[in-house]
């Protein structure tokens, strides 16, 4: 349901934490989205990947806004 803190907790301390969370976005963006990474840094993290569309960025960056509770400082996903 919206609004609800999500099951789904990715400990991003830790290289298997981020690499869940990076097939959790993948799964529910299928193809649409490639080689993404979730690089943590002090402040929060930085999306990184490609994609053919705006929307399919903005739809990764909502993935994990939805599931971590970190900033995301940028969003670098390239559309191509």
Do not use: W
Not at 30 to 41: E, I, K, S
Not at 48 to 54: D, K, L, P, S, V
């Amino acid at each position: 349901m919206k609004g609800q803190v999500p099951d789904q907790s990715f400990d991003l301390t830790t290289g298997e934490g981020v690499t869940e969370l990076e097939v959790h976005v993948q799964c529910r963006l299928g193809r649409q989205l490639r080689n993404f990474r979730v690089m943590v840094t002090d402040g929060g993290v930085i999306l990184r990947g490609q994609t053919h569309t705006y929307y399919t960025k903005q739809l990764a960056q909502h993935a994990v806004m939805e599931v971590i509770r970190l900033p995301i400082v940028a969003n670098e996903i390239e559309v191509i």
